[in-house]
């Protein structure tokens, strides 16, 4: 019953209202899912050498500089930092590896939930139009964006437990469904090293393309692998540095329609979502067809 929104701009002049565009898609989709809502913006690539992280406390008030400084003076690294509200995407030329073991040493109450090169992920329990809100997004200029709401079936409701899950650098992922194996999955890929935050079978799904990828597969190929290992009901929207894909399960009974102009190609869980973006009326719309992956911006 969660919604799922996609958008990505083929016109590249209409970068800067990304967010205004996304944030009604995200709102009519609050019916869906008023538990909690959370979007992965794609936006102010950084340089050569450098990660992107997406940090988050649940405390309001938690002193973000110091974990920078204490950062730089650990990995004795260049570090900067932006906070925005219980967020903090903070950029470092250290390795990933060397960010995440450290932080998961030495600030334990902090959660990664996004690295990459241009990700920045902001999610959090309550209604769409509170979480655009609280992080300021109908401001935000993008090549971009992927969301959702969220109605729990499966875990509790808390901001751990929101969508999107991050698959890898730059990967994301936002379910509408519910996973019936997720289970063995999660105990196949804890075999393999994978380290899971949540009992969320959303989190199963992502770090399936995870595992898929770090064994070498390509995006398409981990789609294609989990068209035939993931089981139950869904449609997955994942996002990716480029653009995003969308694939529905072999029964496709989980809501699901994409259209496309000259301008944008959208996807959504409901014609709705997307009705009201310049152009729909020119547009051409379907739904997905069932185990059959789309992606646009791949290069």
């Not at 944030?23 to 979007?39: I, K, N, T």
């Not at 209604?127 to 709401?149: C, N, R, W």
């Amino acid at each position: 019953m969660c919604g799922i929104v996609g958008l990505f701009l083929k016109n590249k002049e209409l970068k800067f209202q990304l967010g205004k565009l996304f944030e009604p898609m995200l709102a009519e989709m609050s019916s869906r899912g008023p538990d909690s809502a959370g979007v992965a913006i794609y936006r102010n690539p950084v340089n050569a050498g450098q990660t992107k992280f997406s940090l988050v406390h649940e405390d309001q008030e938690f002193l973000w500089k110091d974990l920078e400084t204490d950062l730089a003076a650990s990995l004795k690294c260049d570090v900067s930092s932006k906070v925005i509200s219980n967020h903090c995407v903070l950029i470092s030329n250290a390795t990933e590896t060397e960010i995440v073991n450290w932080i998961q040493r030495n600030y334990t109450e902090v959660r990664i939930v996004g690295s990459g090169k241009s990700i920045e992920i902001f999610k959090e329990v309550g209604p769409p139009e509170m979480v655009y809100e609280q992080f300021k997004l109908d401001k935000a200029s993008g090549t971009h964006m992927i969301g959702h709401t969220r109605m729990a079936t499966e875990s509790a409701v808390t901001t751990a437990g929101s969508h999107p899950f991050a698959t890898g650098a730059d990967l994301c992922l936002v379910h509408n469904g519910s996973l019936s194996n997720h289970n063995l999955l999660r105990r196949k890929m804890e075999r393999e090293g994978i380290i899971f935050q949540t009992d969320n079978d959303t989190e199963v799904a992502s770090a399936y393309m995870t595992w898929k990828i770090r064994s070498g597969a390509t995006l398409r190929q981990a789609l294609e692998d989990g068209i035939k290992e993931i089981d139950g009901f869904y449609t997955f929207c994942i996002g990716t540095q480029d653009g995003f894909a969308v694939v529905r399960d072999p029964i496709a009974c989980k809501h699901a329609v994409m259209a496309e102009n000259d301008d944008w190609v959208a996807m959504a869980t409901e014609f709705r979502a997307i009705a009201h973006l310049p152009g729909a009326d020119r547009a051409r719309f379907w739904e997905p067809e069932p185990s059959t992956i789309y992606v646009w911006g791949e290069k």
